[in-house]
């Protein structure tokens, strides 16, 4: 067998030994392996005006979630950094960046204390 032969022979088998990393799994079971869990990152200032309301909502969301979503809860008066990796959030707190099951922003909400919304974006990056 010539060099150019063999080369691509071994070239044809590693690509087909990677096309079957997911072995015996269908396209359903690939995808739900590539799922994460949803971050609820929300931003905090205890200069907003319901900031100890704010922490009670935020603490039953937290006990009623807790083994589905991963809570980020930033205090922007403490955390300096959190304002210049998210600047949208400045003066706009408390504020929401949701993150679903693909890593991807599922929702965004400014100066959002809602209970019942932020429990609706939760459940939608949950899907």
Do not use: H, R, W
């Not at 739900?32 to 969301?61: G, H, R, W």
């Amino acid at each position: 067998m010539s060099k150019k032969k063999l080369i691509a022979f071994l070239t044809a088998g590693v690509l087909a030994v990677m096309g079957l990393s997911g072995c015996g799994k269908t396209g359903d079971e690939l995808k739900q392996a590539e799922k994460v869990t949803p971050t609820f990152m929300y931003f905090i200032s205890e200069k907003d005006a319901d900031f100890e309301k704010t922490n009670e909502m935020l603490a039953e969301l937290q006990e009623k979630y807790a083994d589905d979503v991963k809570f980020n809860i930033i205090n922007v008066d403490t955390d300096t950094e959190a304002l210049k990796n998210f600047p949208l959030v400045d003066g706009n707190t408390p504020s929401l960046i949701m993150l679903n099951t693909s890593n991807d922003i599922s929702a965004m909400e400014f100066k959002c204390s809602d209970k019942g919304k932020l429990e609706e974006d939760i459940k939608a990056a949950l899907k």
